[in-house]
């Protein structure tokens, strides 16, 4: 059952599904909060693996502190989140912010990372297609904060203002730190994705055991558009993380047998 756990001197609400297998941990889009996709990511997972999720300070259930939002604090709460709570090497599945998270921590702590998952994820603020726009704020979003965050009601438009200042001028994460990162990585992305294409190729093409799946007909809502598809794209990736020895290769000439 989700509960608040004390992760380093911070409520956050924690999520685990016992199981017997490797460690999965879901790492949710900006804004956003592990109920929003879990009940769609979980159920192909939990009979194979250990799955854990957390609401990112400032996020969901999970209240705020000063510099929440920012990259590099979230990175850092994920890498304590890994040490204290999961205890073991994990596979990663990060949406969108997520994503970047997940990148971050592979970069900074890669013996905490056993694969990654990075869905609609850029690893430069300029890979973002659309400007962000004034925020707004519907009625059912603020019904829903106010009856979930410990956070007063007037701080979900702050957040969104602060967040969106972030999105604009991060993540800041060059092509070369992405190359350090030597655990296999599935970068997949919506075909009408908000990331723009070449971006999306750039971040695929500098990982040393990157893999690309576009999904035909979906946009940066992947999760909840195409979800069977999806999924199952993922657990391929996640029952063989061998790196793909193909019969016609271009770009994995390095791998292939003679």
């Not at 956003?32 to 609401?55: C, G, I, N, Q, R």
């Not at 990175?75 to 090497?89: G, S």
């Not at 994820?121 to 603020?142: K, L, R, T, Y």
């Amino acid at each position: 059952m989700p509960d608040y756990i004390n992760l380093r001197g911070h409520q956050v609400y924690n999520y685990e599904w016992e199981s017997d297998g490797e460690a999965v941990v879901l790492l949710h889009g900006g804004l956003s909060k592990t109920s929003s996709w879990d009940y769609l990511m979980v159920p192909p997972l939990e009979d194979e693996f250990h799955v854990f999720a957390y609401d990112r300070t400032a996020h969901g259930f999970t209240g705020d502190l000063p510099g929440s939002l920012h990259f590099e604090f979230q990175t850092q709460e994920a890498i304590a989140y890994l040490e204290d709570v999961v205890k073991e090497p994990a596979h990663l599945i990060g949406w969108s912010d997520g994503g970047i998270i997940a990148l971050m921590v592979a970069i900074q702590r890669p013996d905490l990372v056993k694969s990654i998952v990075a869905i609609g994820a850029n690893f430069h603020f300029s890979g973002v297609m659309q400007a962000f726009g004034d925020p707004e704020i519907s009625e059912d979003d603020q019904a829903e904060y106010n009856l979930i965050s410990p956070d007063a009601p007037h701080t979900l438009l702050e957040k969104t203002i602060r967040m969106h200042a972030i999105w604009e001028s991060e993540p800041k994460l060059t092509l070369g730190e992405i190359a350090t990162i030597q655990c296999p990585v599935l970068v997949l992305v919506g075909d009408d994705d908000v990331i723009n294409h070449s971006h999306t190729i750039a971040l695929f093409e500098a990982l040393p055991l990157g893999q690309l799946a576009v999904i035909p007909g979906t946009s940066h809502i992947v999760v909840k558009e195409k979800p069977g598809l999806m999924n199952a794209v993922i657990l391929q990736f996640l029952e063989d993380l061998s790196y793909p020895i193909t019969r016609s290769p271009v770009r994995r000439t390095n791998n292939q047998s003679e």
